[in-house]
């Protein structure tokens, strides 16, 4: 009996000491093992460096982010330009805004009682300066923030939104009431505006730039929807919308979001002196031993491979995603359910990796915006609708955009005088088209990553 006891204490320590001496060589060779996933990474042709993401230099003259009307919307101890403070929106001119994904159009008799004028051109009248402002500012030719990448500073952008609201509530403002040119000047304004920010290396930039894009189609979708728009217009557009490429946007925010990590994890395990928004802990210096080192770099090891396979589920070079490779945050915490020594890699891991899914429907649906630009020129001309895509091109579209989540053709049918378009979504399920709504009432919204990204239709 006592042999027995002692076997099992036997075998119990030495399965901790195999374990234990496992994981000291684990965290020992954390460095290493870091170092060589990084090299294989570059080599794939990934960008591991703060050099090979960020913008390059720009001149002052010809940069965006230094005009001033834009300095002004970059927060500087908690204040915004005055310029932006008479772009504001009034807090209950919320209802007034429609959704053109789920269908439902803008009530401007709303916006004008909101906003507490007689009519909408007495609302936007002294706008006008700053709007001429901003517009001058997006016609420059290159973006670059006043900001250190390298220390993980970013800017703080205010009022972009606000802005490009009140644009759209202008354009449509004159697209219904018979102006469409007056209207897609201030749209091409609101997309030069997204265009500057594609470039930036920030998470929150990116999230900036999808907001403004989804905002400004609300116009594209009535003038389509309502056949307001003229041939000239249309062509534009589609010109416009071909050019957006939310897919390198996303990779390149998760790329960014990784480095993030990989700069403030590794002047902690190097012992050198915090990042500048480090600040709170600039009198504390880590000192790290090897295996205190080791142990840092293993845990990030583990976050930029979670992080790496949101970057590796988009590809801007043959436009599709790959939702196959993206790892759901609830299976990533799964396995590492047992692993207390990766506590650093399992409190890292990000809150918005949903975004990968949004913002590969909000690149599906601009695609199909361009279809769909196309076909109402087609209608105008023919006085019909196609009866199958391929009637597009080339007159009306040089080449058909792709679903993006398959690489096959959009799936489009045409009965009288409307039509189905769609692509496959996120979950890679053709549903017919049919989209999956989340939440109930007000709170009730489309879920990016299930159901088909179809092209809405308004409920008339």
Known sequence: MKSGI??????????????????????????????????????????????????????????????????????ENGQVDARF???????????????????????LEAARSAYGKVDLQAVFKPMEPSFLALDQASKKPGCRFPTAYE??????????????????L????????????????????CFRLADQ???????????????????????????????LWGGPQLTKL?????????????????????QNMISSFTVTAENRPPLRFMAPDVDRHYKLGALGRGWFYRNLLVFCEYVSSM??????????????KYIEPEAWMKRLRFRIDLVMARIAIPALSGQVARFAKAQALIDEATVV????????????????????????????????VTGGPLHFSRKGDTFTLYQVGWDGKDDGGALAWTGEGEKRTIDPAKGDWAWPHADH
């Open 6 to 75: 002692v076997f099992v204490i036997l075998l119990i320590a030495g399965i901790v000491l195999v374990v234990g001496l496992w994981l000291l060589g684990y965290h020992l060779t954390g460095k290493w093992a870091f170092n060589h996933w990084r090299a294989e990474r570059i080599a794939s042709g990934d960008r591991l460096d703060w050099n090979a993401l960020v913008p390059p230099k720009v001149a002052d003259d010809q940069n965006f982010a230094l005009d001033p009307m834009i300095r002004g919307s970059i927060v």
């Open 85 to 107: 403070k008479t772009l504001e929106i009034p807090q209950n001119v919320g209802k007034a805004f429609g959704n053109w994904q789920e269908g439902r159009r803008d009530d």
């Open 151 to 168: 220390e993980l500073e970013m800017p703080a952008l205010l009022g972009f939104r606000a802005v490009v609201r009140n644009l759209r």
């Open 170 to 189: 202008r354009a449509l403002m004159n697209l219904r009431s018979g102006h469409p040119d007056l209207a897609l000047e201030d749209l091409q304004t």
């Open 197 to 227: 920010l594609k470039a930036e290396p920030s998470f929150i930039t990116a999230i900036l730039r999808i907001a403004i894009l989804n905002i400004s189609m609300q116009v594209v979708w009535e003038g389509v929807e309502d056949h």
């Open 238 to 258: 589609q010109a416009e919308m071909a050019k957006i490429d939310l897919l390198a946007s996303s990779k390149l925010a998760w790329q960014s979001e990784r």
């Open 311 to 324: 970057v590796d589920a988009q590809d801007p070079f043959t436009h599709r995603v790959f939702p196959g």
């Open 373 to 404: 630009c196309a076909m109402e020129r087609f209608r105008m001309e023919k006085g019909r609708l196609p009866d199958h895509l391929a009637e597009l091109t080339p007159g009306f579209l040089t080449d058909l955009p792709h679903d993006l």
